[in-house]
């Protein structure tokens, strides 16, 4: 793994939500002293999800997450929210890139629905 995974990670995220939605659009929100470059959130007619780094993982947070399916199992976390599926990566872990840009093409087929 490179000197700062993290970063990659949200890089490979990304990447994969631009090839699910070309039409997503990226912002920074909820900028705070200990995040100044804020929390990146990608939208398509309504929130699809977050991206999260923390020290230990990255955390992709679908908005509407619990109206999704999800049959290979990629939302690890949030799993008990009402609205709200999110998955985890740590270093080392592997997103099945697949089945990721399937759940963001279903979010966005939801947001527009």
């Not at 000197?3 to 890089?11: G, P």
């Not at 990226?26 to 309504?46: C, H, I, L, Q, R």
């Not at 947070?61 to 709200?84: C, I, M, Q, W, Y």
């Amino acid at each position: 793994m490179s000197a700062d995974w993290r970063a990659d990670t949200v890089e490979k995220i990304r990447s994969l939500i631009v090839a699910a939605e070309p039409a997503a659009v990226e912002e920074a929100k909820w900028k705070k002293a200990s995040n100044p470059a804020g929390v990146p959130t990608f939208s398509a007619d309504g929130l699809i999800c977050t991206v999260e780094t923390y020290k230990d993982k990255v955390k992709a947070t679908f908005a509407k997450g619990a109206s999704l399916e999800d049959p290979t199992g990629v939302f690890n976390a949030s799993l008990d929210a009402g609205t709200r599926r999110a998955v985890d990566l740590r270093e080392g872990d592997v997103l099945d890139d697949d089945a990721f840009v399937a759940l963001v093409r279903e979010a966005v087929a939801l947001n527009r629905a």
